[in-house]
C-alpha cells in the first residue's frame, strides 16, 4: 500500500474478478432458453409470469452493469498522474 492507503494490486485484482465474471455472464445459456419457450406446454401461466419478469429485472440490471462499468472508465480515465 501507498502513503495514502491505497491497494492498487487489490484493485488491480478485483478489476480482473470484473473482467471474467463480464465474460461469463451468458456463454450462449440465453439462446438455449429461447429454444425452450417454443416447446408445447414449456411453462403455466404463472411461470411465464416469474420468467417474464426475471427477464425483464436482468435486462434492467444489465442496464446498471454497463451505466457502472462506463463510470468506472471516465472516472480513470479523469486521473491527473502529474
Do not use: C, N
Not at 57 to 81: F, K, Y
Amino acid at each position: 500500500m501507498d502513503e495514502l492507503g491505497h491497494d492498487i494490486d487489490a484493485l488491480e485484482e478485483r478489476i480482473k474478478v470484473a473482467i471474467e465474471d463480464l465474460k461469463s455472464v451468458d456463454s450462449g445459456l440465453l439462446e438455449a432458453v429461447l429454444e425452450d419457450i417454443r416447446r408445447p406446454g414449456w411453462t403455466t401461466s404463472a411461470e411465464y409470469v416469474f420468467a417474464f419478469g426475471i427477464t425483464e429485472t436482468l435486462i434492467e440490471h444489465l442496464g446498471v452493469v454497463r451505466r457502472l462499468q462506463g463510470t468506472l472508465i471516465a472516472g480513470a480515465r479523469r486521473v491527473s498522474t502529474s
